[in-house]
């Protein structure tokens, strides 16, 4: 089987749709020619982050902020170094802001610590302390609740970081970002589908916790998102892909775009 024939066969995702939509060629490069990515720290510092949310969540809220700071530290650490082996000169790597590749990659180390800290805060505050991890059917703390299901006519699949039991709203998806904004709602009406899928259960709101200001946006009514869009989007990915339709999307995404080196329709000046 070649490349191109295995990720025609395989189950879409949140991240795979959002790449194909704002540009069908460098989802191509990624994912069929698996050309170089230029890295960036903010990657591993977002893994990082959670996952030292996740175990500080498993410890069902007891473990120590130092054990949290080096759950953190740990994770960047392998996961830079996994990188670094890839693509040991730092001047490669993607700038945020004034920061360069070497000194983004340093001050990240540092931010990261803040970053749980500041999640940490949100449940520890006494305003939302009684915010707390859903418990599964099967009895299981609903943290990183991995899917595989059909959404219309594709299977998707991807992970939910956290379904929090609200004391007003009840139920509430909850994504966590170490980022700085998000785009929409999408992502977590794709959840509901799933969690309805998988669990039959029907939850109607979802939210971002903002870990670099430690609080989550306001929290969205997922039944206003409605189904059929979401559906109709991931069929259209699916047929696109299916079909070979790779379509270069050059602008002012080309900047950013982390295969940006080995394209050709790469916008003049970026």
Avoid at 75 to 104: H, I, Q
Avoid at 198 to 217: A, K
């Amino acid at each position: 089987m070649t490349r191109l024939e295995e990720v025609k066969s395989n189950p879409r995702s949140w991240s795979q749709l959002s790449e194909y939509e704002r540009c069908g060629h460098a989802y191509y490069l990624n994912r069929v020619e698996r050309v170089w990515n230029r890295p960036a720290s903010w990657l591993q510092f977002g893994t990082a982050v959670h996952e030292a949310c996740e175990l500080w969540e498993r410890s069902g809220r007891t473990a120590t902020r130092a054990q949290a700071a080096e759950w953190f530290v740990s994770c960047y650490v392998r996961e830079m170094a996994k990188t670094l082996n890839e693509t040991p000169n730092l001047t490669f790597w993607e700038s945020s802001g004034p920061y360069r590749g070497e000194a983004d990659a340093v001050r990240r180390y540092h931010v990261g610590i803040e970053h749980v800290n500041r999640y940490i805060d949100f449940y520890e505050s006494p305003k939302t302390h009684d915010q707390v991890i859903w418990i599964t059917p099967e009895g299981e703390p609903a943290i990183e609740l991995e899917f595989n299901v059909p959404i219309g006519n594709v299977q998707v699949r991807g992970k939910i970081d956290a379904i929090v039991d609200h004391p007003k709203k009840g139920l509430i998806i909850r994504d966590t970002k170490s980022g700085s904004k998000v785009r929409d709602a999408s992502q977590l009406s794709v959840y509901r589908s799933a969690v309805e899928e998988l669990m039959g259960v029907d939850v109607l709101w979802g939210d971002f916790l903002m870990t670099n200001r430690g609080t989550p946006t306001r929290t969205t009514d997922l039944t206003l998102v409605p189904g059929s869009e979401i559906i109709d989007r991931f069929e259209a990915m699916d047929q696109g892909v299916k079909a070979g339709v790779f379509t270069p999307n050059p602008g002012e995404n080309c900047a950013r775009c982390s295969v940006r080196d080995s394209c050709e329709f790469r916008k003049d000046g970026e």
